[in-house]
């Protein structure tokens, strides 16, 4: 038996999450069936993040244990061939110690929100940005941000159902620029709270379009709940760009 270490990107917009649930199909259903499917065997999938439903992701990592014989390049191109009606693409393959992880090995991760701040509906990206139609002040986004760096209790910016054990999270990064017509969010740390970069990316927006200070945001971290918090920004925008593992 062989440990296999994939790096997948997927639209997740048709499901209802990373995890196998019973109200739909899921990213890792959808992977464990593919792989089943050419090697016979009852395959496990663990990823190193759950995404919620309609979550993206252009670098989530997993790993799976398989008996079949065969080569890294044959896998990916299997695995693809499975999942080629779906919005699922297995981008790398690799061997890697059977003490290895996916999960638990990694030291990091980083996701993007990307925010459309024009009037216009997007027709291409619709579904993979949240589309705000007035213009924001990113750079008072960005200011605001640096409020939140550091290791802090972020119970105000944590999902009533989030199943952590602490809400003592350490923010490494939390910058936020434009890009044309785009404010991307980026956020690095070792782990995340349930909806912890949505509630940043619903909080900062509020600061963007004027309603909030950067004093708001710190009062808001202060009180240690939810209810102070701004609000959950949609799906849509958030993407799990990097899982980082030692070297």
């Given amino acids: 038996m062989k440990r296999w270490k994939i790096t997948i990107e997927y639209d997740g917009g ?3 999450g990373w995890q196998r649930q019973n109200n739909g199909p899921s990213i890792q259903q959808s992977l464990e069936e593919a792989i089943n499917a050419f090697s016979q065997e009852e395959i496990y999938v663990q990823g190193a993040g759950r995404t919620d439903a309609g979550v993206h992701a252009t670098g989530q990592v997993a790993h799976f244990d398989m008996i079949k014989e065969m080569t890294d390049l044959k896998i990916r191109e299997a695995i693809n061939a499975q999942l080629r009606n779906n919005s699922i693409s297995v981008l790398e393959v690799e061997e890697v110690d059977m003490e ?3 999960r638990f090995s990694a030291v990091g991760r980083a996701y993007l929100y990307r925010i459309l701040d ?3 509906r997007p027709a291409l990206d619709k579904g993979r940005v949240w589309h705000c139609r007035t213009r924001l002040d990113h750079e008072a986004m960005h200011d605001a941000a640096q409020r939140l760096i550091g290791q802090h209790d972020f119970s105000s910016f944590r999902a009533s159902e989030c199943q952590a054990e602490s809400p003592i999270k350490t923010l490494d990064k939390l910058d936020v620029s434009r890009h044309g017509d785009e404010i991307h969010m980026i956020v690095e740390a070792k782990s995340f709270l349930h909806h912890q970069v949505r509630n940043f990316a619903g909080t900062l927006q509020l600061v963007g379009s004027g309603r909030w200070t950067a004093d708001d945001v710190s009062k808001a971290l202060e009180a240690k709940d939810r209810q102070a918090g701004g609000p959950t920004a949609p799906s ?7 899982v980082v593992y030692p070297d």
Avoid: C, I, N
């Fill in 118 to 120: 024009r009037r216009a």
């Fill in 236 to 242: 849509d925008g958030l993407y799990l760009t990097t």
């Fill in 14 to 16: 048709p499901y209802v």
């Fill in 100 to 102: 290895w992880h996916a």
